[in-house]
């Protein structure tokens, strides 16, 4: 027995001792008696403890399978932090005011007492079967998912009916008479992850975005005590979910419920590791207890009309309807991930306006969104908004890719499995580590570029990967994992172990990612840096870059795995194209240049114009003068197509003002029936290119660049779209215009001669139409959606998406459905019981994105039904 941790009757002995020395903040209980007549104990903390049912509360249950001890000793911990913290600490004392804990730290007794006095590895309880056998999983025996497993040598035993333990049905009974439950936590190990609940679907739920925000914040208060990061995932596709867990049960009660696993050892080394996972956790159950108000009757409504109204490359605007109230605010929360926490850090507004606009966004990137109200006077806030999630518009020159790699390209080679390892492609998962029976696995990804110009110059780059369980990651802080470029050209086989082990690496993308910053479901990323977008740019002649992905290859002695398994998305166990390996890309191309010869020009004063003069300044008969210069865009490509990548004027003055006399001359837009002295003398719309000239520099250079901002580069860009020439004036101002003095800026044939540069891309600027007919039918319980796409030649594909909660306005606000030039697709995951939205965008090769199609799914309709629009 580990002599560090308490036993049971330690644990009850504390806990009496306790509530002796603190009355009226803990009230201790038994709940019920299992097989062995041990009485299952449960803590109530709270100020004035008498009182507690009258206040939101938390429910902690620990150790209901008998060999993971965590539960129980982070519970004792977490009763001593209360013991030695209520009278001084600010943030405890507020949530004791108002929140309740009932903490059950040990929901199965007698396999606990077994595993620490007879066989370390015993998970069930000490139920006598009726063939001899003993044990049932408490976390399979509860009704929602059941049954499980029949086999009663299993250790997922579920029992011979739902609630026929006596731990199950006093848990069950507690939580029922208990309305005051708004979150439950249930700690196990090992994994160092969150299990949030589920209902065996995979639709989104309101309860969703909250059930990954309590989280994703509670991971956060783990990450600053330790580094350690904690992953979140609600499980594989509903055929593998599973069923008769105390977390879905409490769920269904409307309670937010998660499962938490520590550690990654069941009985870790105490002052090593379980003390590690005991002081990171202590903050993260605080947390969860202060919002536990946040989720009740007291706690304002949740924001339920939350939509995206507008969407630009740098801004987004969100819009929502709320019942009007004096007293109501809203915290907006952005993130660059998903499953991020919301906190101070990404706090980006706080209003009582509905609408938000958020600004000095980065171009075709994917932010997610959260809101919830806050009452100003309590300081409760509501449960969180159902999440937004929008990518900002490219910026004007940037073409982008997702790109997947083919199910013969993506896989893993492993040190022991010989021809095996053909079959490890395309199938299920990718393998990544060290244990005994594999020997050293190593990840291939390999990508084809043909979709990408081989001139293409690459703004940004992204390889992403799916952590789906880390289970055999066993050993905490040991190995890390990368991926790295291959040199492509010497290897053989990406199927051989050799050819993969052996091949050079060129360069490591990133940071390595150490073992303790393994998590699982939530994506990992690695960004390129700016000299490995340019390795990547090398292998685009080639049409295709390979990827090895490594992770430890050695193991310490009396140890048998290190490895972490990644999503391919194909297969049995795989997630589908939502978890697909990929890499994404943002890229420009090579700009063209044209040098364009005003078709006119002429100077303008009160004496009249005088066409081929360019002349400016100040006249000796009262007046300025303005030079007028105009040029025609005929000989720019199809202004559809044509992307203004920078513009600019050059000026050569033939004479020089005296230096001291300050006068500054200006370049202009001008409409092109604006040519009369006195349209251009009283104008009031004056539309500056670049900057101003002075006249010090006048003196310092004879050359003077007027470069277009982005505005003017846009009011090129329409000039081009309608078909007119683009006027300017050049005018000069000063202080005082009591003098003489006009500046030559032409001689034609000469090196002064005015020129406009214009540098551009082919790019469509505009989407193509939407596709139209879009129609959902039930096949079988499974959805289908057909549309018509767009005949037009610049169509390249559809993107659906599913949203059950409002009309999706991005392509990225839901589910990926399906990206491709076919007119049909299946929603395979969807339930065909619940009702929602689905949208279809066009694209074109940018892509630019047309507006979306829109269905609505009916639930209740027959499949011989037409759906509603």
Known sequence: MKKQY???????????????????????????????QREIMLITASFDVEKAESKPALLYTGTIHAREWIGNELAVKFIEYIVDNHEYNPELINILSRNTLYMVPCLNPDGFEYSMKH?????????????????????????????????????????????????????????????NITIALDYHSQGNVFFPAHKFNHEAEHEGTDLNMLCANMARKIYKVTGRKYGIHRGKPPTNLI????????????????????????????????????????????????EAINYSTHAPKRVTELNILKIESKSATLTWTYEEDEDIYFEIYRNTKNKQACTESNLVGITHAQEFTDIELDSGTMYFYYIRAVHRLSNIK???????????????????????PGKSKVGYVGQYTG?????????????????????????????????????????????????????????????????????????????????????????????????DALTQGIWSHWTFSAHECRILESNLAKRSVLFRIDGPKTLPLGRDSQMMQFDIGYGKFGGGIHYRPHLEVIYTVPETEVVLSPTRLCS?????????????????????????????????????????TEAFICLQNKN?????????????????????????????????????????????????????????????????ESNEAAAFVIRATSESESYAKLIDWHEAGHKNEVKLVVKYIKRRKKPTAAVTELKASNENGRMKLTWANPPTKAFVGTYVVRNRFRPPRSPYDGVKLYAGSDNYTYDSFGSSKISKYYAAFSYDDVPNYSEPQVIHYEAHQSTAEKPSN
Request: net charge negative; proline share 4%.
């Open 604 to 644: 303008l004063s009160k004496e009249g114009i005088v066409e081929n003069k360019l002349l400016s300044g100040f006249s000796e008969n009262d007046g300025k003068t303005y030079g007028y210069i105009e040029f025609n865009l005929y000989s720019l490509p199809n202004p559809e197509e044509t992307v203004i």
């Open 119 to 179: 066989f370390s590895f015993w998970r069930k309880n000490r139920r006598l079967n009726h063939d001899g056998t003993y044990g049932v999983d408490l976390n399979r025996n509860f009704s929602v998912g059941f049954p499980g497993s029949k086999n009663t040598s299993s250790n997922v035993y579920s029992g011979p009916q739902s609630f026929s333990e006596p731990e199950t049905q006093a848990i069950k009974q507690f939580v029922d008479s208990h309305q």
């Open 6 to 36: 308490k036993t049971y009757q330690e644990t009850e002995q504390y806990l009496q001792h306790v509530v002796s020395q603190h009355p009226n903040l803990f009230k201790l209980q038994s709940i019920g008696t299992t097989h062995e």
């Open 382 to 404: 509501s449960p969180f908004a159902t999440k937004i999630r929008l990518k900002t518009l490219l910026d004007h020159n940037e073409f982008s890719r997702v790109l997947f």
């Open 419 to 515: 021809e095996q390892n053909r079959q490890h492609f395309g199938h299920n998962s990718l393998f990544i580590g060290i244990n005994q029976s594999k020997g050293i696995c190593t990840g291939v990804l390999e990508f084809s570029l043909d979709n990408i110009p081989e001139n293409a110059v690459i703004k940004f780059a992204r390889a992403s990967l799916y952590p789906m369980n880390r289970v055999a990651a066993k050993i905490e802080q040991f190995g890390d994992w990368s991926i790295s470029f291959l040199e492509q050209d010497n290897v053989a086989d990406i199927t051989n172990f050799e050819d993969i082990e052996q091949a050079e690496s060129i360069e490591t993308l990133g940071q390595t990612v150490p073992s």
């Open 656 to 720: 020089t003002p005296p230096s001291d006399r300050d006068i500054c001359f200006n370049l202009e837009f001008v409409d092109i029936n604006a040519i009369s002295y006195a349209d251009i003398r009283n104008r009031t719309n004056i539309e500056y290119v670049g900057y101003e000239a002075t006249t010090q520099d006048l003196v310092r250079k004879q050359k003077q660049y007027f470069i277009f901002d982005k505005y003017s580069q846009l009011t090129l860009e329409e000039k081009h």
């Open 243 to 290: 069923g008769g867990s105390g977390r879905e049960y409490y769920y269904s009660r409307g309670i937010l419920a998660t499962v938490v696993e520590v550690g990654t050892r069941n009985i870790p080394d105490y002052m090593q590791n379980m003390t590690q996972s005991i002081n990171e956790n202590i903050p993260a159950v605080q947390y969860a207890l202060g």
